[in-house]
């Protein structure tokens, strides 16, 4: 059934999650059960194979067996079946509200090339005679970046949005170091509403961070940012559009402010998936950027592959990128790990390159006007998101009285009449939509500028009839929250999941044997 | 056994405002306001508060007091309460609200919900102290303290949210109260009486995200920060807050609750001073810092219980030796509204306002938008 704009959408009343009860896989099984019988090699195998542990030292051999629960192999195949029953993941519900992570559809096929044994069988130590491909696959994808972003290098060493900030802020160090500058030059300036790491990464190396908070219109004033810089600047770290929405437009001055300083400029394009194509970091004389391919770029995030932050630099900053590079002397592409003023590696060998496959496959297929395309169409997605939101009663657009300029790919709303009228908080409401089969949403990074927030970014892959179930869904909790706050405050109903028990992130168990300790513990 | 909660009415807070007066302080003004035809809504926002925990379905025993103390109140929402107080008279005052808290701690309450203004506050805050947490839900005309939920409902929530376990820690929040004569002669003047303990619904700072430190590591974090950065030679002046305060206690040195002090090397030089004893010690030191802190809940750096820190102090010290510190909850709490600056000095105002560099932690600044109350002073 297709709804069209402003037609009832038909909610999945009748959802239910599968709930198996299913316990730990540690808590399973039964001494002597195993999946599979190894036949006995026989003596004539023995013989000829020798000793099969020679090779292996001493010191790296196991004494005891390992503790890993005794399971037959139907069992094992249905514990990780349910498992996978019991997740609101990608592939299986409408997941646009998770604002600032923009999940957008990962295109399987590319699943496909990157799980080829020409890329996942190589290892990293391998002569680069051996793996030619793969490293042109980089170079060229360098390029392409540097087209997208103005930028002249890139590095994709960093495993993530974070690290990638991290080497900006260390290529920033390595800069003024070369300058003589290193001791004077101690302080990073960022906003409140860029991602938190733009902070963290910088301070993580012993920058002092400076932030500015914004004016009425949800973004610092040049006042503000002229009172924080001096001599003592040694950059901006910023991201733009910040995780409201809102497009800074006045980056363009605060670069120039911070160039006049003698700072550099760093450009988190977490956000980047409104301006593909659009605008670039080097137009805005930023020196520096990283991409998240692992979101703008149609990588899957985390557990299917490893993210990418992919850092570009202009020319000047080139000596001082994560070592080793990849390089092209006209005949053949090699590794140099031979660069002096490197801030070294990052991360070993050259990172994630099964998600610079995927990335690559995904530009490739696109090309530059399709890159455009998505842009616009993401863009055009979170503004017709923004017209359903808004006009649920008790939700408001972040800065949207004083600022009502369009926002870009994403956007930051509060429930903070809702709360008011009816009690029911933001985390309430998202506890409820996974009643209705859709994921809920990201309220938004700490600390809650923004009261009661939520963040929804409706990446270019999502329908209107999945923009329309997702506001939907909201407009029925809403309703609910004020006929029976109750119902609200208590959900999830129908989900495998119960409400987080509060504290129980003071505790986090990764391991089973950090279960057993934190059970020890008795988590408080 | 089931947690015991104490309910307080103030009957006759909230009147004044509907028939133009500044408060309700004094049986004169009470008076006055209901010829006026002032109409007691205090009632009314403690049942919408209190209709939150009924809703909730939790088993708690609730105290209160008779009639338009409370008792009223609990039964609109069918709720049935032991009575601990009787006012004397139907006209009560603050010695009621001070007898009824004293009943409800001899009783053995858990937590203390009253409704009314800062002038309630005071009088809860005189029988408490930190004894018992409190949850103050807003009633009356003044409001400037950092106490009172923003709204009825957000006072039920809390009240739900410490019962069913959910909120298990409290913080301080300042008892601020005007000198409701000037106010109404049109003079401002506030002074910080105290500190009650809140529920901390981490829930409103916290993101799924990010796990938040305690705001206690926070500032301690902070005020470290402050002391690390103490020069020799120097006289720290140290305004009133939670958060000044403990830049003394990592010092080592006591300091007083409300007032203003004065640090130097180390040593606390003068408790509890006023403008003339600070511009004294500024006449003999040569350099001065000035560290001052958001005071209540609207995010005052002067002019709201410090204001013995006045325009001439300000300027003898120098404006650019002030030092304003926050922690990040802290300048988030403020909801995006710029800090204020309202010294009897409408001049320095202007110049103050614009944006305040406000050390957060340390290595850690924030620069952020300050404005005056145009038309107060």
């Known amino acids: ?136 696959l980089i170079y060229r994808f360098g390029g392409m970046l540097a087209e997208i972003s103005g930028m002249d290098r890139f590095t994709f060493q960093p495993a993530g949005g974070s690290q990638g900030i991290l080497a900006n802020a260390l290529m920033m160090r390595a800069y003024h ?79 120039r402010v911070v160039h006049e300083a003698g700072g550099l400029c760093a450009y988190d394009q977490a956000n980047a998936n409104g301006i593909l194509g659009v605008t670039r970091a080097r137009d805005a004389g930023f020196d520096m950027c990283q991409f998240n391919l692992h979101k703008t770029f149609s990588v899957p995030h985390g557990c299917m592959g490893g993210a990418v932050g992919a850092t570009g630099v202009r020319e000047a900053l080139v000596p001082f990128l994560p070592a080793p590079t990849v390089e092209f002397d006209g005949s053949r592409y090699y590794l140099d790990a031979d660069r002096p003023a490197s801030v070294g590696a990052i991360r070993s060998g ?64 509060s429930w903070e009449g809702l709360t008011a009228d009816t009690g029911v908080h933001t985390m309430d409401v998202h506890n409820r939509m996974i009643d209705y089969g859709v994921q809920g949403y990201f309220s938004s990074h700490h600390p809650w500028l923004v009261p009661e927030p939520f963040t929804l970014e409706p990446a270019e892959s999502y329908s209107q009839e999945d923009l329309d179930e997702f506001a939907a869904v909201l407009e029925r909790v809403a309703e609910e929250a004020h006929s029976n706050p109750e119902l609200v405050k208590t959900a999830p109903h129908n989900s495998t999941a119960g409400a987080s028990v509060p504290g129980a992130e003071a505790h986090p168990a990764m391991t089973w044997r950090a279960f057993l300790d934190v059970q020890g513990q008795g988590a408080e | 056994m089931p947690i015991r909660v104490g309910l307080i009415v103030n009957p006759i807070a909230g009147m004044g405002g509907s028939v133009g007066l500044k408060g309700t302080d004094g049986p004169a003004v009470v008076r006055r306001a209901r010829e006026l035809g002032a109409m007691p809504r205090a ?41 601990v107080y009787r006012a004397a008279s139907s006209d009560t005052s603050g010695d009621d609200t001070r007898g009824a808290a004293q009943a409800m701690i001899a009783e053995g309450v858990g937590l203390i919900v009253f409704a009314g203004g800062d002038g309630t506050a005071r009088d809860v805050f005189e029988a408490v102290h930190d004894s018992v947490p409190v949850v103050a839900i807003p009633a009356g005309v003044k409001i400037h303290s950092a106490v009172f939920a923003v709204n009825p409902r957000a006072a039920g929530d809390l009240v739900v949210g410490v019962l069913r376990g959910r909120i298990s820690r409290t913080r301080e929040a300042e008892v601020m109260d005007v000198d409701e004569a000037a106010y109404r002669d049109g003079r401002l003047s506030t002074r910080l009486y105290g500190y009650l303990r809140v529920p901390d619904d981490a829930r409103l700072v916290q993101a799924g995200k990010v796990r938040s430190r305690s705001e206690d590591s926070a500032a301690d974090d902070l005020a470290l920060a402050v002391v690390d950065t103490m020069e020799p030679e120097t006289i720290y002046i140290v305004g009133p807050g939670t958060t000044t305060r403990r830049i003394a206690r990592h010092l080592g040195l ?124």
Not at chain 1, 203 to 224: C, Q, R, S
Not at chain 2, 255 to 278: C, F, N, P
Not at chain 2, 342 to 348: G, K, N, P, Q, Y
């Open chain 1, 1 to 136: 059934m297709i709804a069209r704009h402003g037609e009832k959408v038909a909610l999945k009343e009748r959802f239910h999650q599968a709930a198996w009860q299913e316990k730990l896989v540690m808590e399973l099984g039964r001494p002597g059960r195993r999946g599979v019988l190894v036949p006995d090699a026989g003596d004539d195998i023995r013989a000829r194979a020798g000793d099969v542990l020679a090779g292996t030292p001493e010191s790296l051999r196991r004494r005891e067996l390992p503790n890993l629960p005794e399971m037959s192999q139907p069992e094992v195949v249905r514990h990780y079946t349910r498992l996978s029953q019991m997740v609101l993941a990608n592939n299986v519900a409408v997941n646009l509200g998770l604002g600032t992570t923009t999940m957008k559809y990962n295109p399987l096929v590319n699943e496909f090339l990157s799980r080829s044994p020409k890329l996942a069988e190589l290892h990293p130590d391998q002569d680069d005679s051996t793996v030619q491909g793969i490293l042109e």
């Open chain 2, 254 to 377: 006591d300091s007083t609750l409300l007032g203003v002090d004065v640090v130097r090397d180390g040593q606390m030089l003068a408790l509890d001073v006023g403008e003339r004893q600070l511009l004294d010690l500024l006449e003999q030191n040569r350099r001065a810092r000035i560290i001052v802190t958001p005071i209540g809940g609207q995010g005052y750096l002067f002019g709201r219980g410090n204001q013995q820190i006045s325009g001439r102090v300000v300027r003898a010290a120098g404006i650019e030796n002030v030092v304003v510190v926050a922690t990040p909850a802290k300048l988030a709490s403020l909801g995006g509204r710029p800090l204020l600056v309202d010294t009897d000095d409408e001049e320095l105002n202007r110049t103050l306002a614009g944006f305040a560099t406000v050390t957060t932690g340390k290595g850690r600044r924030s620069v952020y938008p300050v404005e005056f109350p145009r038309g107060t002073s």
């Open chain 1, 177 to 255: 170091a070369s300058r003589g500058e290193a001791d004077q030059r101690d302080e990073v300036i960022t906003t409140i509403f860029s991602h938190p790491a733009n902070a963290a990464a910088p301070a993580t190396i012993g920058f002092k961070v400076v932030t500015l908070y914004p004016g009425p219109d949800g973004i610092p004033e040049l006042e503000a940012l002229k009172a924080a810089v001096g001599p003592r600047t040694a950059g901006l770290m910023m991201t733009n559009p910040e995780d409201t929405g809102i497009f800074n437009p006045r980056v363009a001055e605060y670069v």
């Open chain 1, 350 to 413: 050259l990172g994630n390159v099964q998600s610079v496959l995927k990335a690559y496959a995904w530009v490739v297929s696109l090309g530059a006007e399709g890159l455009r395309e998505a842009a616009h169409m993401a863009v055009l997605n979170n503004n017709y998101l923004v017209g359903r939101v808004t006009a649920i009663p008790g939700a408001s657009l972040s800065f949207g009285k004083d600022n009502p300029t369009r926002r870009l790919e994403q956007a930051r709303y």
């Open chain 2, 43 to 83: 009632a009314g926002r403690a049942a919408a508060a209190l209709d939150e925990v009924a809703q909730a379905d939790i088993e708690f025993e609730l105290l209160t007091c008779a009639g338009a103390m409370g008792e009223d109140s609990a039964l609109a929402c069918d709720l049935h309460p032991s009575i």
